[in-house]
């Protein structure tokens, strides 16, 4: 009997400490492979189905404090929101047959520099159904998924400007980034001088221009909208005003923050953008005569 | 099971399904959507907490994975931050049990306390190294609401298993 050890008194299965470290290792590899290298969108697709009953039920509670509370709101403030709707629906009116108006001459005067016609975009009207739980991001829940035609990397506005963009798509529900959440980053332009940029979130409810040299041509005040370099967000939206700018002789760079032009933080209902027409092909390249030029241009750039 | 701790009442074994009930019960608390909201307790972590402590023998480090998952998906956190979290709650609570069932709720409580601030930890360490914003230190307040909802839920959970099992009127006791 040396060597044999007494059977287990109580069944456990594997030793708890090589389960733990089994377990471990396998949610780490998840983490990676989601943050990093975002392999499992397919897999939390199909836990999220799984998942969605009871999140909807979940929801119920908090949508039934928000009906409540939107039944008691008093006339009088709803007065007023309708005085101020109708003024600005007023003010919009004006600016639309204006804006008819302009991009008659603009398709015209496209027409005659035989420029590419910029389509219109289809878009979604999409409400905003509550504000994800996770603490460390900055992002809601639209009540329409990849069954409204919502696909991941639409650009997502408001009446006052640029919201964020879709970056997960549910079958009834889609995942908006908003522009705050940290390192959520657009290409805009800053409209007095033409200064090409991108703009980051900051994670403060605030967002940054980054990039720009310490004695870039940008005041406080400033406004800022998207450059349309991207390919997603169509150009001329608002994005952000110039907060303040911090030129510090130390840094190579300008530290400016920028506050949000939209109602980042406190809206309701949102505009889902189509994807926008597709960018020209680029030019072809002439392969032979870079690849060997190539060795020769990269060593005096580094010296 | 033996009576291994100084409740002097033999309980009831557990049901599983009613572990399982109870642990789907927290994960619906969870999804709740509370937004940022700070010091909203993890119910999920409580209750796994909770039977991993009281039946180290029925649940484990398994169940905390799954549910961890599920909570990731439903609050749109990274998937296998809470999983993580809640593998590190099971098997602590696991090898905890034969100590803390000697205690009085409120002195359970402080011993369940630093295991679930250590879970908030872990998961703030995880998602600052990948690059997320600090939410704040208020964040880490919910631990201790959880740590203070364990006396209620030590009755609640074990009320199934207070009742006898065929009602006899002339018993003395």
New interface residues.
């Given amino acids: 009997m040396v060597g044999h050890s007494p059977p287990p008194f109580f069944k456990r299965g594997p030793a708890p400490l090589a389960k733990l470290v089994f377990f471990l290792v396998l949610s780490l590899a998840l983490l990676v492979s989601d943050l990093k290298l975002r392999y499992l969108d397919a897999f939390r697709q199909g836990l999220s189905v799984l998942a969605y009953p009871l999140q909807m039920a979940a929801a119920t509670p908090a949508d039934f404090v928000r009906n409540a509370s939107d039944y008691f709101a008093s006339l009088v403030r709803l007065q007023i929101e309708n005085k101020e709707l109708k003024r600005k629906q007023l003010q919009g009116g004006e600016r639309l047959l204006r804006l008819e108006q302009l991009e008659q001459e603009n398709r015209h005067l496209r027409s005659l520099l035989e420029a590419r016609e910029r389509q219109p975009v289809k878009s979604t009207v999409a409400e905003i159904m509550y504000t994800a739980k996770d603490p460390f991001s900055r992002k809601v829940i639209l009540d329409k998924g990849a069954q409204a035609g919502i696909e991941a990397g639409q650009a997502v506005v408001d009446d006052a400007g640029v919201v964020g963009q879709i970056t997960r798509v549910f079958p009834m529900q889609s995942e908006l980034t908003l522009l705050t959440d940290k390192d959520q980053a657009i290409p805009v332009m800053v409209v007095r001088s033409g200064l090409r940029a991108v703009l980051f979130g900051s994670g403060d409810g605030l967002m940054e221009l980054r990039y720009l040299a310490a004695n870039a041509d940008v005041q406080p005040g400033d406004k800022v909208v998207t450059s349309g370099l991207d390919g997603v967000f169509l150009a001329g939206l608002p994005v952000a005003t110039v907060a303040r700018v911090e030129r510090d002789q130390a840094q190579t760079f300008a530290r400016i923050p920028c506050l949000p032009a939209a109602g980042v933080e406190r809206f309701t209902h949102v505009l889902v953008l189509g994807h926008r027409e597709s960018l020209p092909a680029r030019p072809p390249e002439v392969e032979p005569v870079v690849s060997k030029l190539k060795g020769r241009k990269a060593r005096p750039a580094k010296e | 099971m033996q009576p291994t701790n100084r409740s002097r009442r033999i309980l009831l074994p557990v049901k599983m399904w009613f572990v399982y009930t109870t642990l789907?019960t927290a994960?619906?608390?969870?999804?709740?959507?509370?937004?940022?909201l700070p010091a909203v307790p993890d119910f999920v972590a409580l209750v796994l907490a909770f039977w991993c402590v009281r039946e180290p023998?029925k649940i484990?480090?398994?169940a905390?994975?799954v549910f961890?998952?599920?909570t990731d998906?439903?609050?749109?956190?990274?998937?296998?931050?809470h999983?993580?979290a809640y593998?590190?709650v099971a098997?602590a609570a696991?090898?905890l049990s034969r100590r803390v069932l000697w205690f009085t709720p409120v002195e359970q409580a402080l011993h369940v306390l630093p295991l679930l601030f250590l879970s908030q930890v872990v998961m703030?360490i995880?998602?600052l190294l990948?690059?997320?914003?600090f939410?704040?230190w208020w964040?880490f307040f919910g631990s201790f609401v959880a740590a203070v909802l364990w006396i209620p839920l030590h009755y609640v959970l074990l009320l199934p298993q207070y009742q006898p099992m065929d009602r006899d009127d002339n018993r003395p006791i």
């Fill in positions: 789907f994960l619906f608390l969870n999804y709740i959507p509370t937004g940022h023998l484990g480090i398994g905390g994975f961890g998952l599920l998906i439903g609050v749109g956190a990274a998937l296998g931050q999983a993580f593998v590190l098997y696991n090898e703030v995880v998602r990948a690059g997320a914003e939410p704040g964040m």
